[in-house]
T-cell receptor, first 109, second 114 residues
């Protein structure tokens, strides 16, 4: 079966760095997405990885290892507004997105 | 209109009733999607459409139907609602299916079936 695993909840301190991990087992792989979702709102796109390595975009970076079925989202210089859920999604062989349940990130002052 | 709109924002529905959730996008995207989001579960694809005039079944299509008469609109119909269909429903669109094409999401419809 297809499966995306990520931690349910994480807590971090304002100004710090946090890494949110995602492991996947899917029928085919056509890229991995990270989305941010604030409570009561729609998901919004953060990043896309299809090749191994690190993609950096401002305070956010995303890493992919296809051989390990593993990705992480790295958030630096955490701000209170980063409190949200972070969703990992993999595009399978049919280009349909398989979604993890999301990681709720709580930022403390 | 800017982006994707959904209506209604929320709805309480008696079991057995018919309900249509509306979704409209103004980005001229070819692909559109309907997801449901339940606590503790990831977004699950209900139905999708790669282009106007075509639709396909996702992971959880039972009890739902869709149509795609034109590029902009992608309504989702519950023919006879059941309590297990209580959920938050998101409509999304992308330029095309595949590649790095990010999906843009509407604000969601919170549906409660009693």
């Amino acid at each position: 079966g297809q499966n995306i695993d990520q931690p349910t909840e994480m807590t971090a301190t304002e100004g710090a760095i946090v890494q949110i991990n995602c492991t996947y087992q899917t029928s085919g792989f056509n890229g991995l997405f990270w989305y941010q979702q604030h409570a009561g709102e729609a998901p919004t796109f953060l990043s896309y990885n299809v090749l191994d390595g690190l993609e950096e975009k401002g305070r956010f970076s995303s890493f992919l290892s296809r051989s390990k079925g593993y990705s992480y989202l790295l958030l630096k210089e955490l701000q209170m507004k980063d409190s949200a859920s972070y969703l990992c999604a993999v595009a399978d062989s049919n280009y349909q997105l398989i979604w993890g349940a999301g990681t709720k990130l709580i930022i403390k002052p | 209109i800017a982006g994707i709109t959904q209506a209604p924002t929320s709805q309480i529905l008696a079991a057995g009733r018919r309900m249509t959730l509306r979704c409209t996008q103004d980005m001229r995207h070819n692909a559109m999607y309907w997801y449901r989001q339940d606590l503790g579960l990831g977004l699950r694809l209900i139905h999708y459409s790669n282009t106007a005039g075509t639709t396909g079944k996702g992971e959880v299509p039972d009890g739902y139907s869709v149509s795609r008469a034109n590029t902009d609109d992608f309504p989702l119909t519950l023919a006879s609602a059941v309590p297990s269909q209580t959920s938050v429903y998101f409509c999304a669109s992308s330029d095309s299916q595949g590649g790095s094409n990010e999906q843009f999401f509407g604000p969601g419809t919170r549906l409660t079936v009693l």
